[in-house]
């Protein structure tokens, strides 16, 4: 997919916020792995970037940005840096990465790309997005 498929990706079936199909090492990763979830958990809101696509596909190409942004955005709203699962997450990533050194790249992916709290509330929403 090229930027602009990417851009339209992500901005499509919400105003609200944005999808996150993968979160990548950097920009123009070459994965071998992937690690495959059934949706984000946490959102980025639109107005999270300033309504700015460009500044939200930065992040979700860039794993430290990413995770400094969802840290950020954690201890703002008074939780923890991380959850127990993105916790688990960072560590396989890089034990991966780490012990294959550097053969292996990882891409952290979902079947679905909209963000929901939990399955249950995937569940409920429009078959168009589900």
Do not use: C
């Not at 991380?82 to 396989?92: A, E, P, V």
């Not at 990882?106 to 929403?125: D, F, G, M, S, W």
């Amino acid at each position: 997919m090229n930027q602009d498929g990417l851009k339209e990706f992500v901005e499509s079936v919400t105003t609200k916020e944005y999808l996150r199909p993968f979160v990548s090492k950097y920009e123009w990763s070459k994965p071998n792995v992937f690690v495959v979830g059934i949706n984000p958990a946490s959102s980025i809101l639109k107005i999270d970037v300033n309504y700015d696509v460009n500044r939200y596909i930065d992040i979700i190409t860039d794993r430290e940005s990413f995770l400094t942004f969802i840290q950020q955005k954690n201890i703002q709203k008074g939780k923890k840096p991380f959850s127990k699962t993105r916790i688990g997450l960072n560590h396989l990533v890089e034990h991966l990465e780490t012990k294959s050194n550097g053969k292996i790249e990882v891409l952290e992916t979902n079947i679905n790309a909209y963000p929901t709290k939990n399955t249950k509330q995937l569940r409920v929403l429009p078959l168009s997005i589900r």
